[in-house]
């Protein structure tokens, strides 16, 4: 902890020490982490999804290691096997797609895409949701909140506008003036607590989109990769984006490497300029290996069972829960394995998350909406494990109750 302070980032291990959650990271398998005193926690936090199978599941282990016999990461300029393999996989998921263009990581493949929606536009305001979040890039953190814009002078009002979530009325307002390039939206927005699109609203926003000449652009960073129970969070909605991103479990928490996926219309670029964007560890030959297999255990179909067994086995445990907590847990918010659980507290996810931790479970707060729990269970999660972090969750909650009476930094 203290070299981590003094020669990384002494912001974080500070915010983590006060918070009464000193973690740093030892062993790891499936869906346990141990800390370096041996303190065991199931992990629902997954990095955002980028643990969705797990850490260090055995068949991606062999099949990195087995990569490494023949490939390294490659070369960027250079057409792949691995590479045209990886793209060509991603792509037929989406038929309605053209090419999968690599980055190393989600903000990346956010970037990738604003540049595309630009060029196939001949414009350059993007318009986003208020609270929305899509990396911390140059053009990916100004679509995001001010909280991470502003301190590095990337809040630029004049080409990056922000609408209030499921308004469709207010894109209107700012697409009718037919110079907007795009609108991205996470399809159910992670940062801001999981609050859900209601009913036509991501429909009616891709139409206005194509009403106005904009592109409309899916990011599907949390809610891809069967999260949602289908294989990408935009076909449970039946869209159709003009642009999709991809990453963190795309890569099996194993490799870094992300993808935006686009139409033929929108990656003319590829026909014209094919350095136009270029990332030296984009599609690193070593990461569409293992990518390539994730996507071929996302369509196993006892995958995807067990995908919507641990949505429901959560629905009806979750709804018991707040029978038995109607004082404080007040709302869970769900689409598939993506959840968010809501306190009746300004800070309530804060004390929960804390006191889960001390209960053996790892889970995150929203980072602009502390009284959301974001609870991101696993896609092979087995039924025990299930049970013992629904009895973990319930021990957990007279602790959480305790830290937000007596301030939730308390002892």
């Not at 918010?333 to 809501?342: I, S």
Request: net charge negative; with cysteine; glycine share 10%.
């Amino acid at each position: 902890m203290q070299k981590a302070a003094e020669y990384w980032n002494p912001g974080k291990v500070s915010f983590w020490t006060e918070a009464g959650t000193p973690m740093v990271i030892d062993r790891r398998e499936g869906y346990f982490l141990h800390d370096m005193s041996g303190k065991r926690l199931i992990d629902l936090h997954l990095n955002g999804g980028t643990y969705n199978f797990g850490h260090r599941h055995p068949e991606l282990v062999d099949v990195l290691k087995s990569g490494l016999d023949y490939f390294d990461m490659g070369n960027h300029w250079f057409p792949s096997v691995a590479r045209a393999a990886f793209a060509e996989q991603l792509v037929k998921t989406a038929p309605h797609t053209k090419y999968a263009i690599f980055g190393a990581g989600g903000a990346e493949a956010v970037e990738i895409a604003l540049k595309t929606a630009r060029y196939a536009t001949k414009r350059k305001k993007i318009v986003s949701i208020v609270k929305g979040y899509h990396g911390h890039s140059g053009l990916s953190v100004a679509t995001g909140d001010e909280r991470f814009s502003k301190i590095f002078l990337a809040d630029n009002p004049e080409e990056f506008i922000q609408v209030p979530f499921n308004d469709a009325n207010a894109l209107e307002d700012v697409l009718r003036g037919g110079d907007v390039a795009a609108f991205i939206i996470e399809t159910i927005p992670a940062t801001y607590g999981f609050p859900m699109p209601e009913d036509g609203y991501l429909k009616a926003c891709q139409e206005l989109c194509h009403k106005y000449g904009a592109k409309f652009i899916s990011d599907e960073v949390q809610t891809g990769l069967m999260r949602t129970g289908v294989m990408w969070g935009w076909q449970g909605y039946g869209l159709k984006p003009d642009i999709f991103v991809c990453g963190k479990g795309l890569g099996g928490g194993i490799y870094p490497i992300s993808a935006c996926l686009v139409t033929e219309e929108c990656g003319q670029w590829l026909v014209e300029d094919g350095a136009a964007h270029i990332s030296t560890a984009g599609g690193s030959e070593l990461g569409c290996v293992v990518g390539h297999h994730v996507m071929e255990m996302l369509q196993r179909p006892e995958v995807i069972s067990n995908v919507h067994f641990v949505s429901e086995y959560f629905s009806k445990s979750m709804a018991e829960m707040m029978v038995r907590h109607s004082d404080f847990f007040v709302d869970v918010r769900q689409r598939g394995v993506v959840m968010g659980l809501e306190f009746d507290h300004p800070e309530g996810a804060v004390a929960v998350s804390r006191a889960l931790y001390e209960n053996g479970i790892w889970a995150i707060f929203s980072s602009l909406d502390k009284r959301v729990l974001q609870f991101k269970p696993g896609v092979v999660l087995d039924v025990d494990t299930c049970q013992e972090i629904m009895d973990r969750f319930d021990a957990a909650m007279p602790r959480a109750r305790q830290l937000l009476k007596n301030g939730r930094r308390a002892a």
